[in-house]
Structure formats: C-alpha cells, structure tokens
C-alpha cells in the first residue's frame, strides 16, 4: 500500500502513552497509528502506578512529521492522559525475551557461551533445546537474536520496550 | 426509576428539547420512559435522518442535537451522519440501544458492535456496563461534544443497563482525567501572531467554521476593518464574516471566486482563523502559499501543522485570541492590495450563461433566491453542483445561516439538517437546497416535515443528473458519462403530494420569481419547488483536485483535461 511504503520509511520512535484505564482504549490507540498507515513495532501495556491509569510504550517508525501528528492525534483522544515521543537519551529502556535456542549436543556449550557473554539466564533446558531469558536494551536483544540465529532459534517472544524518564519527573 | 429514566433525565437536565429518534427492541425502556417527559420526540422514517437533523439542529443553534436509536442496524444507519457530524466538528449525541450484556460478543438478535464500528468517526464514545456509570456518562457526554473542537459522543446502552431498577440517582461526578479544553490565551503568542501581521502589505484572513463556532464573527469584523485586510471564507465558514462587505472576497478553494484563489496565491500572510486547510483549499500542498506567512489560530492542537507549518500560531478558542489580538493591530497599508482585489473582481466575477430559450440554469434559481429571500434565510444545502452554486450565489451575512456537509461531502444531508434547523428557529425562514440526486437519499423524512407542519421550502434543483460527476465525467473523462443518468426519477410534485405536502413546479426561468415568491410566502406547512433546470452546465471557476490556482478554470472550457491527481 502507498500508504504504508511514505509512512514507513524513517526513523525508530519510542512513545510513552499514560491512559485512562477504560473498555476500548487499545483500540483507540491502536487506530491512530492504523489509519495514518503506520506500523506498530512492539506494544506493551501495563498498570501505570497512579490508580486507574495505565501506561502503554509504542515503538514505531516513520518519518518525524507523520510521528509528530500521530503524537498530537493520540493526545487528542479523550482516554489518553500524557503521550510523549521519546529520545532514547531521555529514558532508561528495557525489555525482556524468552528464546528457544536449538541445541543439538555438539552445539550445546557454544551457545550457552554466548548466552553468559549476554548474561542470558536459562530457565528450561531439553534435549534438544534451551529456553534463555534475557533483558536489557532492545538492541542487546536484537544482538542476541541474531547470534543465536546462527545455532537455530525455535521460537521466541519479546515482551516489547517498556520505558521510563530519567530522573525525578514522571514519564 | 429504571436506568432509561435516568438517562432521560440526563437529557432534561441539559436542557435538551428535541429527540430525534426511532424505536426498535433494545431501546424499548428509553422510549417507555420518553412518555411524561419534557422532550420531544421527533419520530423519523431513517436513523440516518435522525442524525443529519440533530447535526442540523446543533449548526442552527450551537447546542448538541440528540438522537435514539435501536442496537444493531438501527446503530449502523447512523454511521453516515456520525462521519458527517465529526468531519464538521457538530456537537452531536447519539444513543444507541444494544443487547442484554450477556449476550454481548454472542451474535445475539441486532447485535452489532456500534461502539467498535464508530471509534474513527466520533469525538468519544461509550459502552455503558454498569448502570451506575449512567448519570456519569452522560454527563460527560455533553461536556466533550460541545467543548474544545465539538464533535459527535456516541453512547451503546445495554437494555439490562436501561431497565435497571434504581432506589436513588447515582453520582454523576465526571471523571475524565485525560480531556483538556485549551483555556486562556497565550499571550506570547499573540504577541507573535501581531508582529508578523505588522509587516504585511497583502494580508489574507481566511476564515472557517471555527470562528463560527466560538462567535467570534464581530471579532473577525473587527480585525478586517481595523487591519483593512480582505476575508476569504470557506465553504463552512460562511456567515462567519458578511459577503457583502467590501473587504470580503468571498470563498475560496476548488469552486471557489477567481478573486478568492487569486488573492490567496498574491498574499503575503495568509492568517487561518479557525479553518483547517483542507485539500479542497489548498490544492496542490507543495505549491500553497510558498512565499506567503501563515497564521494560525484553531482550538485543535492537531490542527497545528497537520498540513501546513505556519510561523506563528495559537491554540484557543477564536474569539478570545481575536479579543487579545486586537488592541496590538493596527491599520496596514493595503490600499494597493485592495485595488488589486478589486481589479480581479471587476475582471472575474461570478457569472453564468443565462440560455436565450427561457431555460433554467440554477445559478439563476439560487441567484433570485437570494434576492427575494434577501440574504436572510437559513440555508441547508445537499451536496453536488447545486451546492457549490449555491455557496457561490447565496451570500451570507450571519453564523448559523449556512448549514452544508463539508468535509464528508454527504449526500442526503440538506433536507434532513434542514427540518433539525428549523425545529432550532421556529420563526425564522429555512430553505432546503437539494439535487435530485441527494434528496432521495433522504426524502422519505417528508412525513417527519408534514407532520411537524414546518414552515421548511424545500427547493429541488432537479437536472435529472449526478450532476457533479458528470461534470467530473465531462471534464476529466472524455465526456464518458457512466452512472450518473437519473432516469427513473420521481415527479417530485406528485411525490410531496403524497404526503399531503404542496408541490410547486417550476420550469422557466420567466416564472421563478412568481413561484419562489408564492412558496416564500406559504406557511402551513412544508412546500416543496421543483425546479426543472437545464443538464449540461458546470460548475466554474474550478481548480482541478490536486491542482494548484495557476490551473484554475475560470470560465466554462471545452478544452482536454489531464485527470486530477493527488486527491479526491
Ligand atoms: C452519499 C454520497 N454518495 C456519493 C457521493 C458522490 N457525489 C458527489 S456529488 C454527486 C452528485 C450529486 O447529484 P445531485 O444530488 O443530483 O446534485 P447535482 O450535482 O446534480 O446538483 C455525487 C454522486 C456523495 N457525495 N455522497
């Protein structure tokens, strides 16, 4: 789609979302980015500290305009209470992976060599594989996957960027 | 007292006077509980008409239009009228019954998931759950659709929510912690907005809806005639700023005055007040206004560079920024940029071709309706070349004359927000202005009409054609001319005599005076005017979709056209 080939093409933003914890807010959200075409890279979404509150952070990618409006559209809706476009030097980031690596015997020591160079935790091991649990910044695991890659991953899932500001004031 | 008393109390408590509505099995305990209370219940032949009036009602009055319907199609016929209401920022409410909450998700009898459908075309919305949450929910309903940029609330009531005995009224505390109205005036940015107005020697006010929303049309007067600016209005932002003022130029954009567009290409600021430039305005975005500044003031944060960067800009409501705004302008030298205006005035002016046979043109029609009317009455136009015509020949001088569908472009709407706007203003004159075409989209709301016994004109311009696409088909295809025949129609006379509604047919042009005089002068009731026009005229001048002012036909052209690009 046309749409999605101009709204695509750009830079990785982050976006820290404060909502109302109300029916149908995710699909509020996730419309925005929707209707303009653009994609959500990850989502994670969780209670925010403050009652009735929730805190969901977005990454997605596009170009600064389009991002800028959607950053504007979002705090349009009556449901979101803060919405922020993040810059990576602003904000501690984290997220989480499980990774199920192949591991057939003559591989296995390899790749928990690389698992401890990443300080990745195995939680189950099998016969033939190895579930790895690994947090840091979304490029460590993106450094992960691709190592891991070389063995054969199985499956994995990534809980998505969670983000929070630097310092004292609230995201 | 069930959960549906509590919601027409609600309604009562913001004063609400006029329901528009029609019954079905989920909204059974809401018109149980009707019976006794202080609305009134305007009983319509389609929810889609129910809508397009409470829109209608809302532009006339400047206070929420309310309507009820019944859950599953009853809900997605109001979609349409949602889409409308929210393109033009319309305070609009509509309450929709739904099935018992068990069954929700279940594919029970007339369930559909209207809060779901609904999300990109309403302000807000709701799916009350909990009966306690009513009072709450409609409380907040009204504030959002009317404050900040007003815009349709869409509220899915569960009939177990409805019918839901209650001892005592719950608490109807808002709680919307997420909904800011911007308050105040930036101060520092009106100092901005001031400054850059200083230097202009061509300056440019475009005016749009926002202005009439907030009442800021003697504000808007006031900074024309204090700067000596020219005012350009939009198609919804007309009656903002009186057409007939000499510093007016009247509405610009794709149908819009030569002078309008020209000016807008020769400007060296051009300030938007409360109009959202619309690619039915600006054409070709890459070209608009290059060299020109941009001012902008709009209650919408998002409106704030969506299309257009402008160098300075408020966010507020326009008549306070216009307050602030004022005692820091003083009088421009426009006098030559005036001179100009008016040399393109006397050089393009609004014209049409009036056939030597007798034969109707509309412009004509619209033109002496103007006259006879006196600019005075509130106008509700369709959709299609009869609307820009009129837009072109009806010049308005007051807020709340001129109700049209702008953004959506929606057929059917004018007859419809026409009955809502007379219920609005009993003693004023309401004329509808429809096509063929659009009218039967919505004709079946006559009954509605006839048994309100409005005093409501309804004026069919009748060419027997989807006559905008055909000009479209004319213009752009080749004179391919593909579904826009409509052949099959109607004598609209003998159809509004059906209902018991009197039908006037109006055929020449030497009778047009003597028959509008006639229905002008009728009130008993609804009276529709047939006017049988001539097929083959176009709308001009015309800027191609997409295209910039410097493609603009000025006058009617046979000449090959390159099909539009870059938009609708
Ligand atoms: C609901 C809807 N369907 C289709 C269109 C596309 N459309 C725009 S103008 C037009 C022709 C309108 O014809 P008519 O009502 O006869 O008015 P005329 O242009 O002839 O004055 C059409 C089909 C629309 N605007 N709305």
């Known amino acids: 789609m046309a749409v999605e080939a101009v709204n695509n093409a750009g830079a990785a933003h982050t976006i820290s979302v404060l909502v109302a914890d109300k029916p149908g807010v995710l699909v509020r959200v996730a419309t925005v980015f929707a209707r303009r075409g653009f994609n959500i890279d990850s989502l994670a979404v969780s209670p925010a500290h403050q009652k009735g509150l929730s805190r969901m952070t977005v990454v997605t990618h596009g170009k600064e305009e ?65 579930v790895f649990e690994i947090t840091g910044s979304s490029s460590k695991l993106d450094a992960f996957e691709s190592m891991m890659d070389e063995f054969g991953i199985i499956e994995m899932m990534r809980t998505g960027k969670l983000i929070l500001r630097r310092g004292e004031t609230p995201t | 007292m069930i ?27 809401l018109f149980d509980s009707l019976v006794g209370s202080k609305l009134k219940l305007v009983l319509v032949r389609h929810e889609q008409g129910a809508v397009h009036m409470a829109d209608g009602y809302a532009r006339a009055s400047g206070k929420p239009g309310v309507v009820l319907v019944t859950s599953g199609p009853g809900a997605t016929n109001t979609v349409t009228g949602l889409l409308t209401a929210n393109m033009d920022s319309s305070p609009v409410i509509v309450l929709c019954g739904q099935t018992l909450t068990v069954n929700l998700g279940k594919d029970a009898f007339q369930e559909a998931d209207v809060f779901n459908i609904t999300i990109p075309v309403v302000k807000h919305s709701y799916l009350v759950s909990n009966p306690n949450d009513i009072p709450r929910v409609m409380r907040e309903a009204f504030h959002i659709c009317r404050t900040g940029r007003p815009g349709p609330v869409l509220v899915d009531l569960p009939k177990d929510v409805t019918s839901k005995a209650f001892e005592s009224v719950p608490d109807d505390t808002m709680d919307i912690p997420g909904y800011h109205v911007p308050e105040g005036v930036d101060r520092k940015g009106v100092e901005k907005l001031a400054a850059l107005l200083k230097t202009s020697r061509r300056p440019l006010l475009y005016v749009g809806q926002g202005a009439i929303i907030s009442g800021a049309h003697r504000e808007v007067l006031a900074l024309a005639e ?24 009247g509405m610009l954009g794709m149908h819009g005055t030569a002078y ?60 306070l920024v216009l307050k602030e705004l004022l005692p820091m302008v003083s009088k421009l030298k426009t006098e030559e940029w005036l001179s100009t205006i008016e040399g393109w005035k006397k050089q393009y002016p609004l014209k049409y071709d009036q056939p030597l046979d007798g034969e109707l043109t509309m412009q004509y029609v619209l033109d002496r309706l ?14 299609g070349q009869h609307q820009m015509w ?15 569908s702008g953004g959506a472009g929606t057929m059917g709407f004018g007859f419809p927000a026409a ?27 006559l009954s509605t009409a006839a048994l309100l016994k409005l005093p409501l004109k309804i004026l069919v311009l009748n060419n027997r054609y989807l006559g905008m696409v055909r000009q479209w088909q004319e213009l752009f295809f080749e004179d391919t001319l593909s579904g826009v025949d409509l052949e099959g129609n109607p004598d609209f ?46 709308v001009f001048p015309m800027i191609p979709a997409g295209a910039a002012v410097r493609d603009m036909i000025v006058e009617p052209t046979r000449r090959k056209m390159a099909k539009p690009e870059g938009s609708t």
Not at chain 2, 226 to 240: S, Y
Not at chain 2, 424 to 443: I, K, N, S, W
């Open chain 2, 493 to 538: 006379v003998k159809h509004a005599e059906s209902y018991g509604i009197r039908g006037l047919k109006l055929e020449k042009a030497a009778d047009v005076d003597a028959v509008l005089k006639e229905a002008l002068a009728y009130n008993k009731g609804p009276i529709v005017i047939e006017a049988l026009t001539e097929r083959h005229a176009n």
């Open chain 2, 260 to 319: 309008a567009n020209y000016s807008v290409v020769n400007c060296d600021l051009i300030f938007s007040i409360g109009a959202r430039w619309d690619d039915r305005i600006t054409g070709k975005l890459s070209e608009f206004c290059l060299d020109a500044v941009k001012l902008h003031i709009d209650i919408d944060p998002a409106e704030i560079g969506k299309l257009i960067r402008p160098n300075a800009s408020v966010v507020g409501d326009a008549k």
């Open chain 2, 390 to 404: 009129a837009a072109q020949f009806y010049l308005t001088s007051k807020p709340r004359q001129w109700l049209s």
């Open chain 2, 226 to 249: 204090k700067l000596h600016a020219p005012v350009t209005t939009t198609l919804l932002g007309k009656g903002a700023f009186p057409e007939t003022h000499p510093l007016a130029v």
């Open chain 2, 3 to 29: 959960g549906a008393d509590l919601v027409i109390r609600a309604l009562e408590k913001e004063g609400v006077e006029y329901i528009f509505g029609y019954p079905g099995g989920a909204n059974l305990p």
């Open chain 1, 66 to 130: 389009g991002v800028t409006q959607i950053v504007k559209q979002l705090d349009k809706l009556i449901d979101v209470v803060h919405v922020y476009d993040y810059a990576e030097m602003d904000v501690v980031s984290r997220e989480m992976a499980i990774v199920k690596v192949r591991t057939p015997s003559d591989k296995r020591s390899a790749v928990m060599e690389v698992a401890n160079i990443f300080r990745a935790k195995s939680v189950d091991i099998g016969k033939g594989s190895v």
């Open chain 2, 370 to 383: 103007y006259h006879l009317t006196k600019g005075q009455a509130i106008v509700s136009t369709d959709v």
């Open chain 2, 419 to 445: 009955i809502g706007a007379q219920l609005a203003r009993p003693g004023e004159l309401v004329v509808a202005v429809v096509g063929d075409g659009g009218y039967q989209m919505t004709f079946c709301e």
